[in-house]
């Protein structure tokens, strides 16, 4: 009986320059990084991997969704500052001036016509129709003296007080010689009027006088103010047309005393007096 005869395969041998384990270790350390993955090679560089279709869509989403949700919020943002302008702008007006008003001092005096008499720019003023008030003009700043330009003031007496010892009543006004004082008419009104040029305190002063009171409008240092005439000699010049219409003004509307005054003298005019100015 023959036996088969199984078939002996040759073992492998394999040279020893082959063999992994005794290669050296810089050659190991290239196959290592070969197998590593591209974005961790083993000289720091970094490679990303390509992106497949799936990663693509999956990368995209929440890009898509950011835009989307931040173009949303710029549109709400745009839609709520609309709506506060629409609402808020006819109230507040931060960014504008101060608007003048139609008339002054309680509505006895147009700001127009002042503004023409005047040669001014009013923005409004302080004080009252009835005894002192100041016209104050759109020029300048806060600091120039208020911006006041001119003052009207009745004085409940039959003499006036200019301050340092002047005291004028119609009998002086009247018999003056000095050159500085000068009168002019207005014949549908009773009294006299005046103008005087008070040089001590560079001021040019009207007067309107009669045995009840004295309506006085007075420009302090004109030429050292933002607005109105620009010296004493001009503001004297337009005085006339300035005080007639200022009268006329304050016979219609009611504000003149309609009772004998005291014979006693007012105080100090304060719009000679330093630091004695009355504030809005």
């Known amino acids: 009986m023959e036996h088969m005869r199984i078939p002996q395969s040759e073992p492998v041998v394999q040279p020893i320059g082959d063999d992994p384990s005794s290669a050296p270790l810089s050659r190991l350390d290239e196959e290592a990084g070969d197998r590593m993955p591209l974005s961790r090679r083993s000289n720091g560089e970094h490679v990303n991997p390509p992106h497949t279709g799936a990663d693509q869509d999956r990368g995209d989403e929440p890009t898509t969704y950011t835009r989307q949700h931040l173009l949303v919020v710029g549109a709400t943002i745009l839609i709520v500052l609309a709506v506060a302008a629409v609402v808020i702008r006819p109230t507040w007006h931060p ?110 002063y009207g007067f309107w006088v009669t045995d009840r009171f004295f309506l006085v409008v007075s420009f302090y240092n004109p030429d050292q103010q933002p607005d109105g005439p620009a010296t004493t000699e001009q503001a004297l010049e337009l005085m006339p047309d300035l005080l007639s219409y200022i009268a006329h003004q304050a016979d219609q509307h009611g504000v003149l005393p309609s009772t004998t005054p005291t014979t006693e003298p007012p105080p100090a005019d304060p719009t000679t007096q330093p630091g004695t100015e009355p504030t809005s």
């Not at 003056?176 to 005087?196: A, H, I, N, Q």
């Open 95 to 204: 960014w504008e001036k101060e608007t003048p008003p139609t008339s002054l001092c309680d509505g006895v005096y147009a700001t127009s016509e002042i503004n023409r008499l005047a040669h001014m720019q009013t923005v409004g003023y302080w004080g009252s129709g009835r005894d002192l008030c100041g016209i104050r003009t759109k020029k300048g700043t806060e600091d120039d003296s208020d911006r006041r330009i001119f003052v009207i003031r009745i004085w409940l007496s039959k003499r006036f007080n200019a301050g340092y010892g002047i005291e004028w009543d119609r009998d002086a006004l009247a018999s003056d010689t000095s050159g500085d004082v000068k009168r002019f008419d207005v014949p549908d009104l009773e009294g006299e009027f005046y103008t005087w040029h008070y040089r001590a305190e560079n001021t040019a």
